[in-house]
Protein backbone atom coordinates (compact mmCIF):
# COMPACT_ATOMS: atom_id res chain seq x y z
CA UNK A 1 0.00 0.00 0.00
CA UNK A 2 3.00 2.21 0.50
CA UNK A 3 5.61 1.94 -2.12
CA UNK A 4 9.13 3.65 -1.55
CA UNK A 5 12.00 3.77 -4.34
CA UNK A 6 15.26 5.99 -4.50
CA UNK A 7 17.39 4.82 -2.50
CA UNK A 8 21.12 3.05 -3.96
CA UNK A 9 24.82 3.83 -3.23
CA UNK A 10 26.47 7.31 -3.13
CA UNK A 11 29.03 8.79 -2.06
CA UNK A 12 29.60 11.36 1.23
CA UNK A 13 28.81 14.61 0.47
CA UNK A 14 26.33 13.14 -2.54
CA UNK A 15 22.76 13.59 -2.60
CA UNK A 16 19.64 11.30 -3.02
CA UNK A 17 15.78 11.74 -3.46
CA UNK A 18 13.56 8.85 -1.97
CA UNK A 19 9.92 9.06 -2.81
CA UNK A 20 6.75 6.92 -1.32
CA UNK A 21 3.54 6.89 -2.82
CA UNK A 22 0.45 5.57 -0.94
CA UNK A 23 -2.09 3.14 -2.96
CA UNK A 24 -5.58 4.50 -3.91
CA UNK A 25 -6.76 2.31 -0.94
CA UNK A 26 -5.44 4.59 1.58
CA UNK A 27 -7.29 8.03 2.62
CA UNK A 28 -7.66 10.95 4.64
CA UNK A 29 -3.78 10.89 5.06
CA UNK A 30 -3.04 13.07 7.78
CA UNK A 31 0.81 12.83 8.88
CA UNK A 32 3.49 11.72 6.43
CA UNK A 33 7.06 10.30 7.98
CA UNK A 34 10.50 8.65 6.97
CA UNK A 35 12.28 6.52 9.59
CA UNK A 36 15.70 4.97 8.87
CA UNK A 37 17.14 1.69 11.17
CA UNK A 38 20.48 1.07 10.67
CA UNK A 39 22.75 -2.05 11.16
CA UNK A 40 22.42 -2.90 14.76
CA UNK A 41 20.09 0.20 16.14
CA UNK A 42 16.61 0.84 16.34
CA UNK A 43 14.28 2.57 14.39
CA UNK A 44 14.28 6.09 14.38
CA UNK A 45 12.26 9.10 12.71
CA UNK A 46 14.30 11.09 10.61
CA UNK A 47 11.37 13.61 9.36
CA UNK A 48 8.00 14.09 9.75
CA UNK A 49 5.71 16.48 7.52
CA UNK A 50 1.72 17.31 8.61
CA UNK A 51 -1.40 17.73 6.67
CA UNK A 52 -0.51 21.36 7.08
CA UNK A 53 3.08 21.38 6.07
CA UNK A 54 4.95 22.18 9.25
CA UNK A 55 8.03 19.62 9.67
CA UNK A 56 10.08 18.33 11.94
CA UNK A 57 13.51 16.41 11.92
CA UNK A 58 16.28 14.44 13.65
CA UNK A 59 19.04 16.91 14.75
CA UNK A 60 20.93 15.03 12.76
CA UNK A 61 19.82 15.49 9.64
CA UNK A 62 19.12 19.02 10.25
CA UNK A 63 19.75 21.59 7.45
CA UNK A 64 20.90 18.49 5.19
CA UNK A 65 17.71 16.83 4.59
CA UNK A 66 14.16 18.36 3.38
CA UNK A 67 10.88 16.69 3.30
CA UNK A 68 7.90 17.43 1.80
CA UNK A 69 4.21 15.98 0.18
CA UNK A 70 2.14 16.43 -3.25
CA UNK A 71 -1.19 15.49 -1.46
CA UNK A 72 -2.75 15.10 -4.93
CA UNK A 73 -0.45 12.40 -5.76
CA UNK A 74 -0.69 10.94 -2.41
CA UNK A 75 3.37 10.95 -2.08
CA UNK A 76 6.13 11.67 0.04
CA UNK A 77 9.34 12.93 -0.59
CA UNK A 78 13.00 13.59 1.43
CA UNK A 79 15.75 15.00 -0.44
CA UNK A 80 19.29 14.00 1.43
CA UNK A 81 22.15 16.19 0.51
CA UNK A 82 25.46 16.38 1.80
CA UNK A 83 25.06 12.37 2.94
CA UNK A 84 27.29 10.92 5.19
CA UNK A 85 28.44 7.84 6.16
CA UNK A 86 26.29 7.72 8.73
CA UNK A 87 23.39 8.07 6.85
CA UNK A 88 23.58 4.51 6.04
CA UNK A 89 20.37 2.98 6.57
CA UNK A 90 17.56 1.30 5.59
CA UNK A 91 14.81 4.05 5.14
CA UNK A 92 11.22 3.75 5.86
CA UNK A 93 7.70 5.26 5.25
CA UNK A 94 5.08 5.65 7.23
CA UNK A 95 1.62 7.29 6.58
CA UNK A 96 -0.85 8.07 9.12
CA UNK A 97 -4.43 8.45 8.38
CA UNK A 98 -6.88 11.31 10.02
CA UNK A 99 -8.37 8.50 12.28
CA UNK A 100 -4.97 7.29 13.35
CA UNK A 101 -4.29 3.80 10.82
CA UNK A 102 -0.56 3.73 10.12
CA UNK A 103 1.01 2.22 7.15
CA UNK A 104 4.51 1.84 6.81
CA UNK A 105 6.31 0.98 3.36
CA UNK A 106 8.93 -1.86 2.86
CA UNK A 107 11.86 0.32 2.90
CA UNK A 108 14.83 1.38 0.66
CA UNK A 109 18.06 0.56 1.59
CA UNK A 110 20.96 3.96 1.22
CA UNK A 111 24.39 3.15 1.48
CA UNK A 112 26.77 5.90 1.63
CA UNK A 113 30.36 4.91 1.05
CA UNK A 114 33.05 5.99 -1.32
Known amino acids: QLQASGGGLVQPGGSLRLSCAAS????????MAWHRQAPGKQRELVAL???????NYADSVKGRFAISRDNAKKTVYLQMNSLKPEDTAVYYC??????????WGQGTLVTVSS
Open 24 to 31: GSIFSINA
Open 94 to 103: RVVTTISTAY
Open 49 to 55: ITSGGGT
